[in-house]
C-alpha cells in the first residue's frame, strides 16, 4: 500500500475534544498518510491542540494545521482541505467521531481490489449524553443517485474518495446543512457509485443538534437536496417524498416534546 492517503478534519467548536479524533487518525494501521486539520474560523484558543500538534510533528506525524480568520462552514473548510491535499486518496472525518485503527488500510484495501472511485462503511452511533450506542449497517447499501436523494445513510466520517473524482466537482461553498449529502448527489449524478462496506469503522457521536435528531436541519437539507435536482419526473416524486418526510418529522417531533 504505497498510496499517499489525505485525511481532512475541520475544526469549530470545542477544539480540545478534537484531539481524541486527530488521535485516532494519527493511530491507523495504514503506513502512510497526511493530516490536514482546518480550524474554521474559531474563536477558542487553540494554544493546547497547537502544542500537542507540534509534539507529533515533532515524532514525525505529517500535519497541515490551517487556521480561517473567519467562520465559513464546514463545506467551505472541507473543499479547502481538499486544495492542500496531496493524496491518491482522500478520507473525511469529523471532529468529535472516532476511527476504529484500521479504518484505512480496510476500506482503501476492499476499494483498490474491487476498483471502487468512492465507499462509505457501516458505523456506530453513540449519544453523547446517555452514551448509548447503535449499530448503523448503512455499509451493506451501494449508492446510486436516486438511493442519495431518496435515503441516504452514508456518514461522512466513513467515506474515502479517490482523489481524481473531486477534480471538478467539491462541496458546494457556503452550505451548513446538508453539503455531504450534495456532494454524494453530484457524484454519483455523473456515474461514481458509493459502494458500501458492513465494516464498523467509526464511532459517530450525536446529540439533539446532530441533522438526524434536529427537525430545522432536517428541513433545511430536504431545501438543500431539493436545490440540486434538475430532473423534472425525479423533482416530482422528491416533492411528495418531501410532503411526507415533513409530516413525519412533526410527528416525531411531537411525540418526543
Known sequence: ??????????????????????????????????????????????????????????????INYIKLKDNLGPATARNIGIKE??????AFLDSDDVWMPDKLEVQVAIMKKMGWFASHTSY??????????????????????????????????????????????????GLRVGEDTMLWADLTQIGYNIYGLDDITTNVYVDEYTTAFNLKAQLDAIKVIRSGIKNKKILFLFEIFSIIRKIKLHVVKKIRS
Open 1 to 62: 500500500m504505497n498510496e499517499l492517503i489525505s485525511i481532512i478534519i475541520p475544526i469549530y467548536s470545542e477544539i480540545d475534544n478534537s484531539i481524541a479524533s486527530i488521535e485516532s487518525a494519527l493511530n491507523q494501521t495504514y503506513p502512510k498518510f497526511e493530516l490536514i486539520i482546518v480550524n474554521d474560523g474559531s474563536l477558542e484558543s487553540d494554544e493546547r491542540l497547537l502544542f500537542w500538534i507540534n509534539e507529533r510533528v515533532l515524532n514525525g506525524a505529517l
Open 85 to 90: 491535499s496531496r493524496g491518491e486518496y482522500i
Open 124 to 173: 456506530k452511533r453513540i449519544y453523547s449524553k446517555s452514551k448509548k450506542s447503535k449499530v448503523i449497517q448503512s455499509g451493506r447499501l451501494n449508492y446510486s443517485y436516486f438511493r442519495v436523494i431518496f435515503a441516504c445513510r452514508i456518514a461522512m466520517p466513513t467515506v474515502i474518495l479517490r482523489s481524481e473524482v473531486l477534480q471538478e466537482i467539491r462541496f458546494r461553498d
